[in-house]
């Protein structure tokens, strides 16, 4: 069963906005990252927050993790046009330490120049 | 350095026929991960190779795929006697260490069309 869900679905905003997205997932985890998606394309890494980490930020970008709570959010500042893609959020959980990733069913983010 | 390597980028098959689908990983990386998206989903993970050993098939399908990463060449994901749904996209990803710990860098993906 799928760790993450995703809140919204889908967001729509004006360029120069800033963009939130929530992640909640369901047991304890090793880390949490987020990845993004444009349309028909591979998945390109944005940035991997630790369990033990609070906040994170990448240009741009602000994640911020709440284990108590079993939630993460992914902040964009001054989003742009180029910023249109799904986003997911990816979980890998112990036991075991295999890696493999856990993903939500992302957030759609539209951009409108 | 070149990234996560996968083909072909597009393969069509027919009901009843076989599927392979390839993944390079990144130089020096020896952790290979395969993931399926069907349409408007998000991944879902099938399995986790090393070299020569699988080591996680948790999330394959018990009958017609099967996956293999050979000491020497890159790593093969077979789907055998394709059904409709099947058609998907299948992305590879590979890691440095799989202890969950790193970042897992993914390939452009395979999107599997069975008609």
């Known amino acids: 069963s799928q760790q993450g869900e995703e809140d919204p679905q889908a967001l729509s905003i004006q360029e120069g906005e800033n963009a939130t997205m929530n992640c909640s997932y369901k047991?304890?985890?090793?880390?949490l990252q987020w990845y993004r998606q444009n349309s028909g394309r591979g998945l390109v890494h944005l940035i991997l927050?630790?369990?033990?980490?609070r906040e994170k930020h990448s240009g741009r970008l602000r994640v911020t993790l709440d284990t108590s709570k079993k939630s993460s959010s992914l902040l964009i500042t001054a989003s742009r046009a180029a910023d249109t893609a799904s986003y997911f959020c990816?979980?890998?959980?112990?036991?075991?330490?295999?890696?493999?990733?856990?993903f939500g069913q992302g957030t759609t983010l539209q951009v409108k120049p | 350095n070149a990234g996560v390597m996968q083909n072909p980028r597009h393969l069509v098959r027919r009901r009843g026929q076989e599927a392979r689908l390839r993944c390079s990983p990144m130089?020096?990386?020896?952790?290979v991960y395969w993931y399926r998206q069907l349409p408007e989903e998000g991944l879902k993970f099938m399995v986790y190779?090393?070299?020569?050993?699988?080591?996680?098939e948790s999330g394959m399908p018990k009958e017609r795929f099967s996956a293999e990463f050979p000491k020497e060449g890159p790593s093969i994901l077979r789907i055998q006697q394709v059904v409709r749904g099947d058609s998907a996209a299948y992305f590879c990803?590979?890691?440095?260490?799989?202890?969950?710990?790193?970042?897992?860098?993914f390939g452009p993906g395979t999107r599997l069309l069975v008609l």
């Open positions: 190779l090393q070299k020569e050993n699988i080591i996680d």
């Open positions: 990816a979980t890998t959980s112990p036991p075991g330490n295999t890696g493999k990733l856990i």
């Open positions: 130089k020096g990386h020896s952790h």
């Open positions: 047991t304890s985890i090793n880390n």
């Open positions: 990803a590979s890691s440095h260490k799989g202890t969950g710990q790193e970042t897992q860098y």
């Open positions: 927050i630790r369990s033990n980490e």
